[in-house]
């Protein structure tokens, strides 16, 4: 079980390192559409119309990977933190009830995204978006939506590897998981 929980706590915190990346490319990038809308429309009283909708797109990659990394630095929203110093049986139980929610909630939500109503993928949410392109500019729209599944299976993984290293004990901890993900459910 700790080859196991080292293993995906290594795969959690690489995933983790290019989310991470791709976010701050994704920050970058939004903050200069924003910059170049400010300049063109108060410098030259011409700006672009595709720069606010590109702003836009990028802050959906931000928002939703910084999600993803939120979750596994432990800076999620809980309605109850459990002190470390609790009997392990009771972390475990609150462990397990945060992953049940996790999935409840966001289940569902990577399911539609593959299929639509009727389990058909022609009318799942990244189908639509296939062919659905940008309004002020020639891209398709699935470049925007396809973060709503990479966000979610990344949630899943930092989970499990959340699980698995609660499940191994102490031992399966890696120097990288002890900066970025707490002890506790």
């Given at each position: 079980m700790t080859f196991i929980a080292t293993f995906l706590d290594r795969l959690s915190a690489g995933v983790d390192r290019?989310?991470?990346?791709i976010?701050?490319?994704?920050?970058?990038l939004m903050v200069a559409f924003i910059a170049l809308q400010v300049v063109a429309?108060?410098?030259?009283?011409?700006?672009?119309?595709?720069?606010?909708?590109?702003?836009?797109?990028?802050?959906?990659?931000?928002?939703l990977l910084g999600a993803s990394i939120s979750f596994r630095a432990g800076f999620d929203p809980r309605l109850v933190r459990l002190p470390a110093t609790l009997p392990r049986p009771v972390l475990a139980v609150g462990a397990l009830l945060r992953g049940a929610a996790v999935v409840a909630f966001l289940g569902p939500i990577l399911f539609y995204c593959f299929y639509g109503p009727g389990l058909n993928p022609a009318r799942s949410f990244l189908a639509r978006n296939?062919?659905?392109?940008?309004?002020?500019?020639?891209?398709?729209?699935?470049?925007?939506?396809v973060t709503v599944p990479i966000f979610i299976i990344a949630i899943f993984l930092h989970g499990l590897a959340h699980c698995a290293r609660g499940l191994a004990g102490p031992v399966a901890k890696t120097t990288e998981s002890n900066s970025h993900a707490p002890d506790h459910a």
């Open positions: 290019v989310l991470r990346l976010a701050l490319v994704g920050l970058v429309r108060y410098g030259f009283a011409a700006p672009p119309a595709w720069t606010e909708e590109a702003a836009r797109y990028a802050m959906v990659w931000v928002g296939l062919y659905t392109t940008a309004e002020t500019f020639d891209m398709p729209t699935i470049f925007v939506a």
